[in-house]
């Protein structure tokens, strides 16, 4: 009798109210996932999409008021706050929460306004890695009153030339010059023309690397870590990466070149120094990093951290995470996650985003999108959607995932992509060459 009530009083303490912050495709595929756990008792997604409502309740405010947050989180006694995308997280949000008497117990996941200065300014970054010994492009930074400096440094570094705006600029701040002359005009521009605003007024100049991109993804709780499934992003709008880049257009989880040898090297040369690094430097760091990195003939070279999970990513990720992925989120909140389990499914997740007509450039809006019914072995995971009436209409550029889970990456690959062109709205488009240059 005594063990039936202990049991229950676990079970009900385990019970949480869970908010998570964002409104893509990333807090799509984190909604399915969490609306699964057995710790979860009620989802609120702040500010949601057409999908998200399928998995929990949308509150409509931005992911940067952080009162109307605090708001969201007393009235509903949340207990545990997920953190999508990177801006409220550079502004600061797990900060705002750990100043207030009223909500500083609550655990928010995602790193401190410090930790995400990993994505929030490149040049911090650098030097991270640099200090960590953590294999990174050549590079050095300048401002507007070493302009002539950053002119002679262009000439040193070899072609093409990869310029960066230091700062956040909505995932279009790197250019990547053919000549010196175009990056001399370029870092003019971002410098002295505040080309990206605010954000380029400090700016990195970087060997370029040649090689194949791969997003690792690591959870951690400042002290252990655990790597989650890695996957392969299509960041251009055409088929045969061609064309302008994108928020991304498509993913593939597991990647055949990450083979155990390789991710060996990722965790002693890039992971381990990042982790310790950070604890090193007395940063604290409860959340995900996202190391984007470059395979250069089977060396790891890291291109660029984000202090949050990838989009289209974590769409493929979270399809292969088989264990309770809230019990994961509460071993980063209660620093015990090494005593939690991480279990990978073998299979390949393949994702295709369907866009807007027009995007990346100025796109299409207000299109009803009918035939998610008829999808057939794919999840379908809303970004850009929001719920008119009866109708589902597109409200963003990156409208929907169709994610297939299969027992080998051509199926996963195919069933995604046909389920894509089940689904129609005007003006839709979608790369039909997802992850098939990796077959
Ligand atoms: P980021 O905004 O840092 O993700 O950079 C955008 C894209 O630029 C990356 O996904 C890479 O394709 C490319 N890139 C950035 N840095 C480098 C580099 N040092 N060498 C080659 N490509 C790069
Ligand atoms: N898919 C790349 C990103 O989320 O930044």
Same mark, same amino acid.
């Given at each position: 009798?005594?063990?039936?009530?202990?049991?229950?009083?676990?079970?009900?303490?385990?019970?949480?109210?869970?908010?998570?912050?964002?409104?893509?495709?990333?807090?799509?595929?984190?909604?399915?996932?969490?609306?699964?756990?057995?710790?979860?008792?009620?989802?609120?997604?702040?500010?949601?999409?057409?999908?998200?409502?399928?998995?929990?309740?949308?509150?409509?405010?931005?992911?940067?008021?952080?009162?109307?947050?605090?708001?969201?989180?007393?009235?509903?006694?949340? /207990?545990?706050?997920?953190? #999508?995308? *990177?801006?409220?997280?550079?502004? +600061?949000?797990?900060?705002?929460?750990? !100043? %207030? =008497?009223?909500?500083?117990?609550?655990?928010?996941?995602?790193?401190?306004?410090?930790?995400?200065?990993?994505?929030?300014?490149?040049?911090?970054?650098?030097?991270?890695?640099?200090?960590?010994?953590?294999?990174?492009?050549?590079?050095?930074?300048?401002?507007? /009153?070493?302009?002539?400096? #950053?002119? *002679?440094?262009?000439?040193?570094? +070899?072609?093409?030339?990869?310029?960066? !705006? %230091? =700062?956040?600029?909505?995932?279009?701040?790197?250019?990547?010059?053919?000549?010196?002359?175009?990056?001399?005009?370029?870092?003019?521009?971002?410098?002295?023309?505040?080309?990206?605003?605010?954000?380029?007024?400090?700016?990195?100049?970087?060997?370029?690397?040649?090689?194949?991109?791969?997003?690792?993804?690591?959870?951690?709780?400042?002290?252990?870590?655990?790597?989650?499934?890695? !996957?392969?992003?299509?960041?251009?709008?055409?088929?045969?990466?061609?064309?302008?880049?994108?928020?991304?257009?498509?993913?593939?989880?597991?990647?055949?070149?990450?083979?155990?040898?390789?991710?060996?090297?990722?965790?002693?040369?890039?992971?381990?120094?990042?982790?310790?690094?950070?604890?090193?430097?007395?940063?604290?760091?409860?959340?995900?990093?996202?190391?984007?990195?470059?395979?250069?003939?089977?060396?790891?070279?890291?291109?660029?951290?984000?202090?949050r999970m990838g989009d289209p990513e974590t769409e493929s990720v979270m399809t292969r995470i088989e264990s309770d992925f809230v019990d994961l989120l509460l071993g980063v909140a209660h620093v015990n996650l090494d005593q939690k389990e991480l279990i990978i499914s073998n299979k390949v997740a393949a994702t295709v985003m369907m866009v807007a007509g027009g995007y990346p450039g100025e796109y299409l809006k207000n299109k009803i999108i009918t035939g998610i019914e008829n999808?057939?072995?794919?999840?379908?995971?809303?970004?850009?959607?929001?719920?008119?009436?009866?109708?589902?209409?597109?409200?963003?550029?990156?409208?929907?995932?169709?994610?297939?889970?299969?027992?080998?990456?051509?199926?996963?690959?195919?069933?995604?992509?046909?389920?894509?062109?089940?689904?129609?709205?005007?003006?839709?488009?979608?790369?039909?060459?997802?992850?098939?240059?990796?077959?």
């Amino acid at each position: 009798m005594i063990r039936i009530m202990l049991f229950c009083i676990i079970n009900y303490l385990c019970e949480m109210n869970i908010l998570l912050l964002g409104s893509g495709g990333r807090e799509s595929a984190f909604a399915w996932k969490i609306s699964q756990s057995t710790h979860c008792e009620k989802l609120f997604i702040a500010p949601g999409n057409a999908g998200t409502s399928q998995y929990g309740i949308n509150i409509n405010i931005k992911v940067t008021d952080f009162e109307a947050i605090k708001e969201i989180v007393l009235n509903n006694h949340i /207990d545990l706050v997920l953190v #999508g995308p *990177e801006e409220p997280l550079v502004k +600061g949000i797990h900060d705002f929460f750990l !100043a %207030d =008497g009223e909500i500083k117990n609550i655990p928010v996941i995602g790193p401190q306004q410090e930790g995400a200065q990993l994505e929030g300014s490149k040049d911090f970054s650098k030097q991270f890695m640099v200090r960590n010994g953590i294999p990174a492009a050549a590079s050095k930074t300048f401002t507007k /009153d070493t302009l002539e400096e #950053g002119y *002679e440094y262009l000439a040193t570094i +070899g072609l093409p030339i990869v310029l960066k !705006a %230091d =700062g956040l600029a909505a995932g279009k701040g790197v250019l990547i010059c053919a000549s010196v002359d175009e990056a001399k005009q370029e870092l003019n521009e971002m410098l002295m023309e505040a080309k990206f605003g605010d954000a380029s007024s400090s700016v990195v100049v970087e060997q370029f690397l040649q090689g194949i991109e791969l997003s690792v993804f690591v959870m951690t709780d400042g002290t252990n870590y655990k790597i989650l499934p890695e !996957a392969k992003d299509y960041k251009r709008i055409g088929e045969g990466d061609t064309g302008l880049n994108t928020g991304g257009m498509g993913s593939v989880s597991p990647v055949p070149f990450a083979d155990k040898a390789f991710m060996d090297k990722v965790e002693q040369k890039i992971i381990i120094p990042t982790v310790s690094g950070l604890k090193k430097e007395n940063i604290p760091y409860k959340g995900f990093i996202f190391i984007g990195l470059m395979n250069c003939n089977g060396e790891p070279w890291v291109i660029e951290y984000n202090c949050r999970m990838g989009d289209p990513e974590t769409e493929s990720v979270m399809t292969r995470i088989e264990s309770d992925f809230v019990d994961l989120l509460l071993g980063v909140a209660h620093v015990n996650l090494d005593q939690k389990e991480l279990i990978i499914s073998n299979k390949v997740a393949a994702t295709v985003m369907m866009v807007a007509g027009g995007y990346p450039g100025e796109y299409l809006k207000n299109k009803i999108i009918t035939g998610i019914e008829n999808v057939r072995d794919s999840k379908v995971f809303h970004a850009g959607t929001y719920q008119d009436n009866e109708e589902i209409k597109t409200s963003g550029g990156r409208v929907l995932a169709v994610t297939s889970l299969q027992q080998d990456m051509f199926t996963a690959l195919q069933q995604a992509t046909a389920d894509a062109s089940r689904i129609y709205f005007d003006g839709m488009y979608f790369r039909r060459d997802i992850g098939f240059d990796l077959i």
